[in-house]
C-alpha cells in the first residue's frame, strides 16, 4: 500500500513486540485501503442521473427518441467513471453503510487473524479501513471483562485524528502503545509465556 512503507511497517511491527513483551495478551494490527468495493453506489447514481437528464431535453428540445438515449448511455457510463474515483465515492455513500461494511470486515479479521483462540481469550484487534476513516478495537472475552469500554474509545479518538491527518502509522504505533499499556496492566506477563500471533501489520 502506497501510504506505508517498510519502515511504516518495521516500525509497527516492533511497537507490537515491545507492547506484547510486557503482557501475556496478544496484539493484531490490521490495515484496509477501503472495507468493500461499493460498486453499486457510482452505478446507482449514474443510473438514476442518466434517466433524469434528458427529461428537459424532451421537454423543450427537439431530439429523437434514440438521440436521448444515446445520451443517457453517455451520461450513464461517463458518471460512472467519474464517481468512481475514490474520494467521491465515499461521499456518496452513508455513513452508516461505510461504518456497517467496516466493522463487518473487522469481526471477519478477528476471526481470520486467530484472535479468538489465544489461551486467556486475551486477544485485541487494532483495525484500520482507511477509505472510511474507520477505526475499531475489537478485544476477546477475557480482556473485555477487565478493561472499560471508555479506555478503548479514547484510543479509537486518538488514532481516528491521526487517520484523518494521514498519519496512519503514527496512529497505529501510538495505538499499540497505549493497548500495550492496558494490556500490561489487567495481563502482565508472566513466565512461561508464548508468543501465539505474529508481530506485523496485516494489510488488506
Not at 434514440?66 to 468512481?84: H, P, R, S, T, W
Request: hydrophobic share 55%.
Amino acid at each position: 500500500m502506497a501510504f506505508l512503507n517498510d519502515r511504516d511497517r518495521q516500525q509497527i511491527g516492533q511497537a507490537i513486540a515491545a507492547a506484547e513483551a510486557r503482557t501475556s495478551g496478544e496484539l493484531v494490527a490490521v490495515v484496509a485501503r477501503a472495507s468493500d468495493h461499493y460498486l453499486y453506489i457510482p452505478l446507482l447514481w449514474a443510473a438514476l442521473i442518466a434517466l433524469t437528464f434528458p427529461g428537459p431535453l424532451l421537454l423543450f428540445g427537439n431530439l429523437h427518441v434514440d438521440e436521448v438515449y444515446a445520451i443517457q448511455v453517455i451520461v450513464f457510463l461517463a458518471l460512472a467513471l467519474v464517481f468512481n474515483l475514490v474520494p467521491l465515492k465515499m461521499r456518496l455513500i452513508p455513513r452508516a453503510v461505510r461504518q456497517a461494511r467496516a466493522h463487518r470486515l473487522a469481526l471477519a479479521q478477528f476471526v481470520e487473524q486467530n484472535l479468538h483462540a489465544t489461551a486467556e481469550r486475551s486477544g485485541v484487534l487494532i483495525f484500520v479501513s482507511v477509505a472510511e476513516h474507520h477505526v475499531e478495537i475489537l478485544a476477546d472475552r477475557g480482556i473485555d471483562a477487565r478493561v472499560p469500554a471508555d479506555a478503548w474509545e479514547r484510543v479509537i479518538a486518538e488514532f481516528t485524528g491521526r487517520l484523518r491527518a494521514g498519519q496512519v502509522a503514527e496512529g497505529f504505533v501510538q495505538a499499540v502503545n497505549t493497548c500495550g499499556e492496558l494490556l500490561a496492566e489487567h495481563f502482565p506477563a508472566a513466565p512461561g509465556d508464548r508468543n501465539e500471533l505474529p508481530d506485523r501489520l496485516v494489510e488488506l
